[in-house]
T-cell receptor, first 113, second 110 residues
Framework: GAGVSQTPSNKVTEKGKYVELRCDPISGHTALYWYRQSLGQGPEFLIYFQGTGAADDSGLPNDRFFAVRPEGSVSTLKIQRTERGDSAVYLC???????????FGSGTRLTVV | EDQVTQSPEALRLQEGESSSLNCSYTVSGLRGLFWYRQDPGKGPEFLFTLYSAGEEKEKERLKATLTKKESFLHITAPKPEDSATYLCAVNAGNNRKLIWGLGTSLAVNP
């Protein structure tokens, strides 16, 4: 597709469960970013990939959060032992190398009950 | 600490009533200031990047300007379809993560 695709669009999970959120960036975009956004807040940086490697993972809140991008395209954000405080919209964005303007997906709304 | 503050939090305009949104920032070394538009249930949509004081960019009814302390997003003769939340973000330092403001929620009444 022409844009950044995120699946699922909505995910409800029970506290303590494991979840995976998928991001399919724009074809050819080497940079991929994960942010999360709570209601009424701006996005909060989680992790940035350049190609297959995590160039900056300083925003991951703790070791329950992990992200991979094994082939330099699709990325998966993995959250273990989910907590109610993890509830938010998780946004993925991509950009061509060297360009600053990201293209965001519509996000995955995660609700931990 | 790097910080981005947007004002006002919310703004209601009549169609055709021009106004400006403000983004003030405190960063150790600005590498770029970004404006995005966000509609409900959607991810932010990129509008502009500004890199140095004095720079201006325009797109349709929107014009973004930058000084050493703040940026303005001027909206000329807005239409109802301009209603959205406008987010400002900065890139500071040697990484590519953005620091975001809380946004200005704009409503344009017909």
């Amino acid at each position: 597709g022409a844009g950044v695709s995120q699946t699922p669009s909505n995910k409800v999970t029970e506290k303590g469960k494991y979840v995976e959120l998928r991001c399919d960036p724009i074809s050819g975009h080497t940079a991929l970013y994960w942010y999360r956004q709570s209601l009424g807040q701006g996005p909060e940086f989680l992790i940035y990939f350049q190609g297959t490697g995590a160039a900056d993972d300083s925003g991951l809140p703790n070791d329950r959060f992990f992200a991979v991008r094994p082939e330099g395209s699709v990325s998966t954000l993995k959250i273990q032992r989910t907590e109610r405080g993890d509830s938010a919209v998780y946004l993925c964005a991509s950009s061509p190398q060297g360009e600053d303007g990201y293209t965001f997906g519509s996000g995955t709304r995660l609700t931990v009950v | 600490e790097d910080q981005v503050t947007q004002s006002p939090e919310a703004l209601r305009l009549q169609e055709g009533e021009s106004s400006s949104l403000n983004c003030s920032y405190t960063v150790s070394g600005l590498r770029g200031l970004f404006w995005y538009r966000q509609d409900p249930g959607k991810g932010p949509e990129f509008l502009f990047t500004l890199y140095s004081a004095g720079e201006e960019k325009e797109k349709e009814r929107l014009k973004a300007t930058l000084t050493k302390k703040e940026s303005f997003l001027h909206i000329t003769a807005p239409k109802p379809e301009d209603s959205a939340t406008y987010l400002c973000a900065v890139n500071a330092g040697n990484n590519r993560k953005l620091i975001w403001g809380l946004g200005t929620s704009l409503a344009v009444n017909p």
